[in-house]
């Protein structure tokens, strides 16, 4: 490890090339390994806890934290602790699921809006213009409220709205790449535009979509659970954090904070660890200098 | 390949090239009327100053140039128009027909994909073979262009290289589809003066074994002695003298290449004080009228100023843009005389 240390910094990093060993940068580490464990507690929930999340015990409603029930009891009767485990499931679909169609999508547009120039950029940012000029969340709102509530049509509405970002972050480093010499010597060798977009200059701009991919993840999660607190995603008896918030809000003034309080901390938790990755990422990736 | 007349025919023919870029400030005439052919398996150079038309010319011919340049006239490559031929035909010319070196290796490797990634998609796309079939096929590329340890290099990317090294790739990039013609755009330009004399004799080389044609271009008319057959010299994006090079640098006929040889210091001729050619380049923008030397031109007479003087046959092979020949010959005989008594 310690040659490729002193390969000249004049270069550009990328992930194959990514000499630091993992250890070198805590952020990456540290997201990566609470990421797992949310992953992991999500998908072995039902080894890890007794109860189901939407299996009602009305004799013990209301219970506060025991060794029972290590977080309490809601108003139903059900466990919190399981309630918040199958609810990662949701919220990490929340997080993942509409950030990479966006990713993609908005990706694919911004490079070929940047690489084409005229009439399809000019289309292109038009309606990107439009769209910034709502607000994000009432925007969203609006779509599902034509489309109706429920996780589905929730991902239908970010991913509808949430390219943009992506467009315009490619866009602008495709639109100085492609004057790139080595576009030009693409080209020279007969490379179809397909070939140079996707095989030349995406490699070259992708880093910063990467590195926003891991912050909108985590306002995506901060959004789906928005919406469903307002009751426009996942509908009851979904186990799912917006939710459980909202269905516990009405308990706060009596006291019964647990409801509330620990699928806010689950929030925090993978909010945390997707801007550690998004952190470790862009260190990871960072661009030196240009060549 | 021979035409009627028993001389080898031209794998390439430039016919009155024109080639504008439309800006704000008005239309730039970069390339103005520009021909010469190229046979098979000779360098031919382009010279001239910065902003001459010389790159201009070459991504004429691969048709390479920005959205807003109109480019006329004929590039015939056997025969058959380039400029008039379909996108699906062009693709196929550039890289297989027709391949281009730059002038600067640092920018022209793409700085995040391996060298052996840039070279075997340069064979894959000219040469319907399998990946593995590229690399190794990579593998010999930069073996012929005279990389140490092949195998190692393939695996790393452009930033690992040298200036040097890095032309060699390029070189080796664009020898993938097997060209008949190799455009190289000031190629030794960016690279230290040992590294250049490598890079060029690597050209040579390369241009024998193969037997490809070479269009050198270059503001260095030291490269182009070296290396070359026949040149082109260019002035504000005419070809104003045409020959063999010995004759064009040994006895040049036109006033721009004698000012051009008069500015460069020569082996043996340390007496001799060096003499730039007064004035600068005109504005491609707002060229001046007749011949487009004469602001600059000790020979210049009235004449020059109205008309535009066609490049003039003043020797076997050997053509010069200027009809004040007889003017040149007579003080090219005075000097000689003159070096003569003074020895």
Known sequence: ?291 | MTNGSGEIAPILQIRDLRTSFVTSAGIVRAVDGVSFDVRPGEIFGLVGESGCGKSATCRSIIRLLPSHATTEGEVLLNGEDLLTAGAEAMRQVRGGEISMIFQDPMSALNPVLRVGEQVAEAVQAHRGVGRRAAWARALELLRLVGIPAPERRLREYPYQFSGGMRQRVLIAIALAGEPNVLLADEPTTALDVTIQDQILKLIVRLQRELGMSVILVSHDLAVIAHVCQRVAVMYAGQIVEQGEVRTVLRAPRHPYTMGLLASLPGIGARERYLQPIAGAPPSLLDPPSGCRFHPRCTYAVEQCRSWTPELLPVGPGHGAACWRQDAIRARVETTRIAVRETA
């Open chain 1, 1 to 291: 490890m310690a040659t490729i240390q002193a390969a000249p910094a004049a270069s550009r990093a990328t992930i194959r090339d990514a000499s630091r060993p993992l250890w070198r940068n805590p952020s990456l580490l540290m997201g990566a390994t609470l990421l797992a464990i949310v992953a992991g507690l999500a998908i072995f929930a039902p080894l890890l806890t007794p109860y189901g999340p939407i299996d009602q015990d009305l004799l013990n409603a209301h219970k506060p934290p025991s060794w029972a029930h290590p977080f309490g009891t809601d108003n139903f009767g059900r466990d919190v602790l399981t309630r918040v485990l199958y609810g990662a499931r949701i919220d990490l679909m929340i997080g993942l699921v509409p950030t990479a169609i966006t990713f993609v999508t908005g990706v694919l547009l911004g490079a070929i809006a940047g690489y084409y120039g005229g009439k399809i950029d000019t289309i292109l940012m038009r309606v990107v213009d439009v769209a910034v000029a709502f607000p994000f969340i009432v925007l969203l709102i609006a779509i599902i409220a034509m489309l109706g509530p429920g996780l589905r049509n929730m991902f239908i509405a970010i991913a509808l709205v949430g390219w943009i970002s992506y467009a315009r972050i490619v866009r602008g480093e495709v639109l100085v790449a492609r004057n790139a010499e080595y576009v030009l010597a693409a080209k020279t060798l007969g490379f179809g535009d397909a070939r140079i977009i996707f095989g030349h200059v995406l490699p070259n701009v992708i880093t910063p979509a990467i590195v926003f991919f891991m912050s909108d993840a985590v306002l995506n999660i901060l959004l789906g659970t928005a919406l469903s607190f307002l009751g426009l995603g996942p509908q009851a008896p979904t186990a799912e954090w917006g939710r459980m918030i909202q269905e516990g809000r009405q308990f706060i003034v009596s006291g019964e904070w647990w409801m509330t309080t620990i699928p806010g901390l689950a929030i925090l938790v993978v909010g945390v660890a997707f801007s550690l990755i998004g952190d470790g990422l862009a260190d990871l990736l960072r661009v030196e200098e240009r060549v």
